[in-house]
């Protein structure tokens, strides 16, 4: 980088620039090994979510049946169902149903 000052000279300045870059919601990151670099590639929605974008080893998933998904969420069908996320995995899981229905 080359900086003037008030007097009229100027400097080579060497700096070091960080960008961070994040992928949004409904996208998931997609590593690309070859190139040492990732890009962001978009989930297909309402049919897919992904549970942390910027996560490499969470990828776009399918919304499971009984769901309702957007691009981060998951939302049961059946008022009352409860869906956990899975951080280890990037899955939602169905872990209780309302009074009436039963997990199968």
Do not use: I, K, V, Y
């Given at each position: 980088v080359r900086a003037a000052l008030a007097d009229g000279q100027s400097y080579d300045v060497a700096r070091s620039v960080t960008a961070e870059c994040r992928?949004?919601?409904?996208?998931a990151r997609r590593e690309i090994a070859e190139r040492g670099t990732w890009v962001c590639h978009q989930c297909d929605s309402p049919g897919q979510y992904v549970l942390d974008p910027n996560n490499?080893?969470?990828?776009?998933?399918?919304c499971p049946a009984g769901a309702v998904c957007s691009a981060r969420t998951v939302t049961g069908k059946v008022p009352g169902s409860v869906w956990e996320a899975d951080s280890q995995t990037g899955r939602y899981t169905l872990t209780s149903c309302p009074a009436g229905y039963e997990m199968v």
């Open positions: 992928c949004n919601a409904g996208q490499p080893t969470h990828a776009c998933q399918t």
